[in-house]
């Protein structure tokens, strides 16, 4: 296998896990602000408990995300040289800034946030949990204003020895794609957070424990979650979209499976694209909705596949159609979920609806795998390029590492992070089983 | 400018070393200064919850490694492929075992990740060190401006080294009975009682190797990398550091002797900014010598980012510099005074 194959697949292994952990962090983070802010204003305990509670998880999944972190902003380097050295000079801006700005205040205040509660007193814990949120929130920007340059460069300019250069600081740090980027992914991570708070407040209830925490916890999950639910497809995911077809119009095509170009294009609902016969099987379609979600009219012209050099093609068509086609699906059902929820515990019947409370417990996984299926769109959708337009995922490698030192690598992260997974789920059951404590003398307020 | 960069970086390094060095140490001691449950959970409060924040100074070194000499990042970091792959798993066992170990109450539990913990830190302490060794020791750079070191070739010099050589491994030595002599003293300072009393014992057995272990290190160097004690010689504000190396020593031997726990800590701090410092200062300008070519070498000036980028980087590093170290303070201060541990379990 070529090496390049190993590199690649090295890094969506790794990212793909590393992802699974700091989405839950950066949407927990605001969810306990939130927790924390309610039990300050009106003193009630039950928040300060349930924030309690959330914290633990937070420190189990914080751990797993900081260490499934640390070989991602190796691999630049370790796995991806060539372009580390290339464009070096423009990213290395974010990736330096996230570390002084972002990772330092999410570091120092995490500590004070986990083990200070009695030492800092409600006030300074309180601040401790937003420098956690902010921290958190900082490094997500940072990250994606890097990704934003791979996906739509600008701000640079062409430096001596063939490497790219920073030339406009703001341009760069304010990229419109990472606006709105950063947006829906935030969003996004709010939701998982929901969903996760909403599945844990409703095995409390079934298994009729810890009631009053689990009323607490499923008001703020159900209200957040579907607030950020709708956020997510408009206005976030809608700008997002459009950016995509301004920029990325081979993207765009194989995202809907498109291969003729015209007017009034059509939105693909479900069906199998067959490349190599260029055409899509079994479809249902709506005429029309493409164009006007691309390019806000039902007449927009929309360039399908066979209207692109093939070499600008990306490179898993199949892949990157159903990665898409399953975010969007699940992007609506969440509305439909949440909204659902919303209406029962609006008339307060929400706790005492089985079936409600057994489709909340279940949902928990289906953010995960949008979230994962929309950062599986961008980055497949942005091949053949690492750089688009300016440097080619080939050509990006660390040119001497072979692929049978990849090859080793990545089995052991695979190795490594299945135990690490299993630990994590056993540690989180065993806190979601313990639940909340609510004696006397851990109550700070 | 570049002059300035190199100075940062090798601050945010040093930085580096002293705090997580102090983790990294108390994880070397963790199973000789600690026999029992409660004893070993005094070791871990005593770095809960600043280790995170001390392991991020190398990650925003790296960071800003990237960003002001993108091609010593892209050369050292793929060259070093496989030890850098094992620092990683190392890094990740080190963090999951300090972490986890606290979820469950329950000997075997907790045993295991107290083993995983020294065991890790151990190695990475070596790692650091011999990583140091080969910057000093030059690595096989050829005209593409890559290299690939093996884990190790025949442990001796050449045009074609691996990481692993006598000279890297004695500096790996070095940096281990550094970094555990280093923990030693910030055990004294923050705990009481029987953990402290060992770490006592330990601290002054582990100097005393340590200032004997300086001679054969300073000659290893002088024999593998003459020029470094060259370019010190001809550059005199580095004899500053040559001093502040042995006052630091000696303030150590005198601040354990005392019971001065806080200067004896700080004595040590000293101790190990000025060593690097003065590496630093020896290597200078070099990042990354190549065994193959002089013209192949990595240097400040060869491997900067654009002049613009690192300009714009004069107003906000030295800002985001500032606030960390705010924060720092706020966290050490928050956590200041001996070690005490939570009744409910918890925690630690």
Redesign the interface.
């Known amino acids: 296998m070529d090496a390049v194959v190993w590199h690649r697949f090295q890094f969506a292994f790794t990212a793909t896990y590393h992802y699974l952990f700091p989405q839950l962090t950066m949407g927990l983070a605001f969810l306990i602000v939130v927790f924390k802010l309610i039990a300050y204003r009106t003193g009630n305990v039950r928040y300060n408990e349930a924030a309690r509670f959330w914290a633990r998880i937070f420190?189990?999944n914080f751990?797993?995300g900081?260490?499934?972190g640390?070989?991602l902003?190796?691999q630049?380097?370790?796995?991806w040289?060539?372009f580390?050295?290339y464009?070096?000079?423009?990213?290395?801006?974010t990736?330096?800034?996230?570390?002084?700005?972002a990772?330092?205040?999410e570091?120092?205040?995490?500590?004070?946030f986990?083990?200070?509660e009695?030492?800092?007193g409600p006030k300074g814990h309180l601040f401790a949990a937003f420098m956690v949120f902010l921290g958190s929130w900082l490094s997500g920007y940072f990250i994606i204003a890097t990704n934003a340059f791979m996906q739509h460069p600008v701000g640079y300019?062409a430096?001596p020895n063939d490497?790219l250069?920073?030339?406009d600081?703001w341009a760069y740090l304010f990229n419109p794609w990472a606006l709105w980027q950063y947006a829906h992914n935030m969003s996004a991570a709010v939701i998982t957070a929901s969903f996760v708070v909403c599945a844990v407040a409703a095995y409390w209830t079934l298994m009729q424990h810890h009631e009053e925490h689990a009323r607490i916890c499923m008001k703020v999950g159900v209200v957040t979650g579907l607030i950020f639910s709708m956020l997510q497809i408009s206005p976030t995911g809608d700008h997002q979209g459009k950016l995509v077809a301004q920029h990325q119009p081979a993207a765009l095509a194989a995202m809907e499976g498109k291969f003729d170009s015209g007017t009034h294009a059509e939105m693909v609902l479900i069906g199998q694209p067959d490349v190599s016969n260029r055409r899509l099987e079994n479809p249902i379609m709506v005429p029309g909705v493409l164009s006007y979600l691309a390019y806000g009219s039902f007449g927009a012209h929309v360039v399908g596949l066979n209207d692109i050099p093939h070499d600008q093609w990306p490179d898993n068509i199949e892949l990157l159609y159903f990665m898409y086609h399953i975010m969007v699906g699940l992007g609506t059902l969440f509305i439909a979920v949440m909204g659902l929820a919303a209406l029962l515990l609006w008339r307060d019947r929400l706790m005492h609806n089985k079936p409600m409370l057994w489709i909340l417990m279940f949902a928990f996984p289906f953010p995960y795998i949008a979230t994962t299926a929309g950062w599986a769109t961008a980055e497949l959708g942005r091949q053949p390029w690492l750089i688009y337009g300016l440097q080619r995922t080939l050509h990006g490698t660390?040119?001497?590492?072979s692929g049978g030192?990849v090859a080793?690598?990545t089995l052991?992260f695979m190795g490594?992070y299945f135990v690490?997974g299993v630990?994590f789920l056993y540690?989180v059951h065993?806190?979601i089983a313990h639940g909340p404590q609510t004696e006397a003398k851990?109550a700070t307020s | 400018m570049t002059t300035l960069w190199f100075i940062f970086l090798v601050f945010m390094f040093a930085v580096y070393v002293v705090l997580d060095g102090f983790d990294f140490g108390a994880g070397i001691l963790h199973l000789f200064v600690a026999k029992n449950d409660t004893e070993r959970r005094t070791v871990l409060a005593a770095i809960g919850p600043v280790w995170d924040g001390n392991e991020v100074w190398l990650l925003a070194g790296g960071g800003v490694l990237v960003y002001a000499f993108p091609r010593v990042y892209a050369a050292a970091f793929s060259g070093y492929y496989l030890p850098l792959m094992m620092v990683l798993w190392l890094l990740i066992l080190r963090g999951i075992s300090i972490e986890f170990r606290s979820h469950q109450e329950g000997s075997l539990w907790r045993s295991f990740w107290d083993g995983a913990f020294a065991f890790s830190s151990t190695l990475m302490a070596i790692v650091l060190g011999a990583a140091l060794g080969t910057v000093i020791r030059g690595v096989p750079l050829d005209a593409t401006g890559y290299f690939l070191g093996p884990l190790f070739t025949d442990f001796r010099m050449g045009a074609h080294p691996g990481i692993l050589d006598w000279f890297t491994v004695l500096v790996g030595v070095f940096a281990l009975v550094a970094l555990a002599a280093h923990g030693a003293t910030y055990l004294i300072y923050k705990t009481e009682g029987p953990v402290q009393e060992r770490a006592r014992q330990i601290a002054l057995r582990l100097w005393i190797a340590l200032a004997i272990l300086i001679v054969p290190v300073t000659a290893a160097t002088a024999s593998v990398q003459p020029h470094l004690y060259a370019s010190l010689i001809s550059r005199p504000w580095t004899w500053l550091l040559a001093v502040g190396i042995v006052a630091s020593l000696v303030g150590v031997f005198v601040s354990l002797r005392r019971g001065a726990e806080l200067p004896a800590f700080l004595a040590s701090a000293g101790f190990l900014v000025t060593m690097l410092g003065a590496t630093a200062a020896g290597v200078f300008p070099t990042f990354l010598t190549s065994t193959l070519d002089p013209k192949f070498t990595l240097t400040a000036d060869n491997a900067a980012a654009g002049s613009y980028s690192l300009t714009v980087g004069l107003y906000w590093w030295p800002l985001a510099l500032l606030i960390a170290i705010g924060y720092f303070i706020y966290l050490f201060r928050s956590f200041r005074g001996k070690v005490t541990l939570s009744s409910d379990g918890h925690g630690y």
């Open positions: 420190g189990i751990a797993v900081v260490v499934s640390i070989p902003e190796f630049f380097g370790t796995n040289a060539r580390s050295s464009s070096g000079g423009v990213i290395g801006l990736l330096a800034m996230e570390g002084m700005f990772f330092f205040a570091s120092a205040f995490l500590g004070l986990l083990f200070g009695k030492r800092l300019a430096g490497t250069q920073l030339a600081l660390s040119p001497q590492v030192n080793f690598s052991g490594m690490l630990l540690l065993r806190e851990e």
